[in-house]
């Protein structure tokens, strides 16, 4: 059993409710012109990566026609994708080795994981299982822009907590957490180095505002909310038994932000991501 990602670096809701806001269908069009998907009866896709399934969730619905298996190595994102969406197909399992035979997918995607592994393992893996014509698509954040609220601003509560924990940089070297970063130029180029041909990269903008009209009332509060959730198990995961406080301090300037939100009162406070979409296919 592996729970070393959930349990240290990402939290199950914070992963999944921030993927399940980037991969919505307001976005997709951006995801659809970049990825170049021919779909058919027999297409068999898999994702690299999936985490608790927001993303797996999305490409079944966007191509109900094909079959799509979402993997990880992480027990309990698996464990909750299964939950989640039981009429999917989640497997634990790692790039370093895939649990399939060679040529046995048409399409294979990541997000967010090339950062993280062995340039030798994670293009070879995907080469291996892909079938002749096959499609590699790799999804890599870019540098964004992030403007908080002045009233979710860190309180002293915060401030008095996070200071008195150790700093987290050994830990995530000691997991590789972005040991392979890639910039803009190197992404395409190593799926070229690594055999991929026909390369092309493209970029969606994934603009989460929640003050922004075109947003409905559900999904601005539901942008609010994930932040909340991203603040709370950060709390959370470091296991402090004094923690009580900060938490009772971040509720309540989260509780402030939907009450400002519902008043009219517009912060334009904005989250707005860069996914760099690099796509390859097998020779």
Known sequence: MNTVWS?????????YLSRKLRFDEMFWPQYEKLFRIAENSGLRILEIGCGPGALTRTLADRYPKAQVIGLDRDSNFIAFARRQFPDLEFLEGDICALPFENENFDVVISNTVVEHVDPEFFWNEQLRVLKPGG??????SRRGIRQKAECLKMTPEEKVF???QPSGEEELARYQVGCYQLTEAQLPKAMENYGFVNVTSGYAVI?????????????????IEADRCS??????????????EVIRAVNAKYDRRLALYEAGEKLWDCDVSIIMVARGEKK
């Open 231 to 244: 603040d709370l198990e950060a709390i959370r995961s470091v296991k402090d038994e004094n923690d009580a």
């Open 7 to 15: 349990d240290n670096i990402q939290g199950i809701m914070t992963l």
């Open 207 to 223: 603009d989460l505002t929640p003050d922004d009209p075109r947003y409905p009332p559900e999904k601005a509060r539901a942008m």
């Open 162 to 164: 996070w200071d008195r």
């Open 135 to 140: 499609i590699c698509l790799c999804l890599s």
